[in-house]
């Protein structure tokens, strides 16, 4: 059995929306599928997709084959993950020794009393 990863078509008319489903070569678009791996939505500026790319890779070391489209929709989904690892990765700051402020002065109540 032949496996892609491909688009399979949902919403209304004029307003498409696709979900990223593993299914047989041999069946109709919007036919039978194995699973659902993810969503798209072509309307969505931006962030427009989520792929469950673990599954993907799964699928592909099967021997699944992506369309055009998914590929370049996983291309990019990997790209925004390695982009939000890296940010989220901690950054070096100096020490809070050298950060910290000069103690503020007591209040003048205290002052007074010391005297």
Known sequence: MAVSIRLRREGAKNRP?????????????????????????PKVAGHNSSLKLERVEYWISKGAQPSDTVRSLIKSQKKTRTASVASSEPVERPSESAQAEPAAPASTAETRVEE
């Open 17 to 41: 929306y696709y979900k990223v489903v593993v299914a047989d070569s041999r069946s109709p678009r919007d036919g039978k599928f194995i699973e659902i791996i993810g969503t798209y939505d």
